[in-house]
């Protein structure tokens, strides 16, 4: 039950985390060239690289309680954030996140940057670095966070692999932002299953015992879904559609 | 250096976004953590009330933000 609740929540917090990265990535290969393009993000994936090395094996030091509390408390700090922002944007109250828009800001930027006169184009490679690096310390965060409180990494990198492997070929194909894909609807399903996690593992991490055991983790989801649909209703702004 | 310091800074906004938010989230993990197991709270219900607490929290910070957005 768990195996496939931590490998789907992966999949879908890492595939949006990869789309972001790709949309960034995309715009610099565009407007400046795909060499800095590519540099950035082969140092950016070999410096997360580095970071899973030296977490993994600290985290096993750590007792399984401690670990459960810390890592419960930061999932459902992080979870609760998106789906408090999900929420928000379902109601009408702030914009839909938008890669077609995201894509042509950051290309307008780097347009306006002019071209490098040097043989190695560095602001472009740090841009997409910056970006690979920052989207993917979410991943590792997700992966980490989903997994290591109950020996769950496998199938956490499993999940959040898959969505790598789906996103860099859909890149490589389509050569333009995944601006179909319903992020915002993604949002909202991870921050509910984030912070399914978040809240399971620092009750588990309290000492409490969740009615249910293991099958607690899905109520918890189903229990956060329907006070989140319940509440998008009673907050949407007048004029806002239903999204 | 500046690289940097945005990275922090955006590692330390993957968690908060709505500080107030992310206060309560903390001082109501902390008080159940402390309090409820010397409440006269049946197993299996404290784990329910931490939820509840969560909910309640949420709720209340979509509302005041919904407000001020």
Same mark, same amino acid.
């Given at each position: =039950?768990?195996?496939?609740? +931590?490998?789907?929540?992966?999949?879908?917090?890492?595939?949006?985390?990869?789309?972001?990265?790709?949309? &960034?990535?995309?715009?610099?290969?565009? /407007?400046?060239?795909?060499?800095?393009?590519?540099?950035?993000?082969?140092?950016?994936?070999?410096?997360?690289?580095?970071?899973?090395? @030296?977490?993994?094996?600290?985290?096993?030091? @750590? *007792?399984?309680?401690?670990?459960?509390?810390?890592?419960?408390?930061?999932?459902?700090?992080?979870?609760?954030?998106?789906?408090?922002?999900?929420?928000?944007?379902?109601?009408?109250?702030?914009?839909?996140?938008?890669?077609?828009?995201?894509?042509?800001?950051?290309?307008?930027?780097?347009?306006?940057?002019?071209?490098?006169?040097?043989?190695?184009?560095? *602001?472009?490679?740090?841009?997409?670095?910056?970006?690979?690096?920052?989207? !993917? /310390?979410?991943?590792?965060?997700?992966? &980490? !966070?989903?997994?290591?409180?109950?020996?769950?990494?496998?199938?956490?990198?499993?999940?959040?692999? =898959?969505?790598?492997? @789906?996103? /860099?070929?859909?890149?490589?194909?389509?050569?333009?932002?995944?601006?179909?894909? *319903?992020?915002?609807?993604?949002?909202? /399903?991870?921050? @509910? =299953? &984030?912070?399914?996690?978040?809240?399971?593992?620092?009750?588990? !991490? =309290?000492?409490?015992?969740?009615?249910?055991?293991?099958?607690?983790?899905?109520?918890?989801?189903?229990?956060?879904? +329907?006070?989140?649909?319940?509440?998008?209703?009673?907050?949407?702004? *007048?004029?806002?559609?239903?999204? | 250096?500046?690289?940097?310091? $945005?990275? #922090?800074?955006?590692?330390?906004?993957?968690?908060?976004?709505? $500080? %107030?938010?992310?206060?309560?989230?903390?001082?109501? %993990?902390?008080?159940?953590?402390? #309090?409820?197991?010397?409440?006269?709270?049946?197993?299996?219900?404290?784990?329910?009330? #931490?939820?509840? $607490?969560?909910?309640?929290?949420? $709720?209340?910070?979509?509302?005041? %933000?919904?407000?001020?957005?």
């Amino acid at each position: =039950m768990h195996q496939v609740s +931590a490998a789907l929540a992966a999949f879908l917090a890492s595939f949006v985390e990869f789309v972001e990265a790709l949309t &960034i990535v995309l715009a610099v290969g565009a /407007v400046r060239g795909w060499r800095p393009a590519m540099v950035g993000t082969v140092a950016g994936i070999a410096l997360l690289i580095v970071l899973v090395a @030296i977490l993994g094996p600290l985290l096993a030091l @750590i *007792p399984i309680d401690a670990v459960r509390l810390a890592v419960g408390g930061l999932l459902l700090l992080f979870g609760m954030r998106w789906l408090r922002k999900a929420i928000l944007r379902a109601a009408g109250h702030i914009a839909l996140h938008d890669e077609a828009a995201a894509f042509a800001r950051e290309t307008a930027q780097l347009r306006s940057a002019g071209a490098s006169a040097v043989a190695h184009d560095w *602001p472009a490679a740090a841009t997409a670095f910056q970006a690979v690096v920052l989207e !993917g /310390v979410e991943v590792v965060f997700i992966v &980490i !966070g989903v997994g290591a409180a109950s020996n769950l990494l496998l199938p956490a990198s499993i999940g959040a692999g =898959m969505a790598g492997s @789906i996103v /860099v070929v859909l890149g490589v194909l389509l050569h333009r932002p995944l601006a179909r894909i *319903p992020e915002n609807a993604l949002k909202f /399903v991870v921050g @509910i =299953m &984030i912070s399914a996690f978040g809240i399971f593992w620092l009750g588990e !991490g =309290m000492g409490f015992s969740w009615p249910g055991d293991d099958f607690s983790l899905p109520l918890l989801a189903i229990v956060l879904l +329907a006070f989140s649909l319940a509440a998008i209703p009673m907050l949407r702004r *007048p004029g806002a559609s239903a999204r | 250096m500046n690289a940097v310091l $945005g990275i #922090l800074r955006e590692v330390l906004h993957l968690f908060v976004d709505d $500080g %107030s938010l992310a206060v309560a989230l903390i001082l109501w %993990s902390a008080a159940a953590f402390w #309090l409820l197991p010397a409440l006269p709270v049946n197993t299996g219900w404290d784990a329910v009330v #931490l939820l509840l $607490g969560y909910l309640a929290i949420l $709720g209340e910070n979509l509302r005041r %933000s919904t407000r001020r957005v």
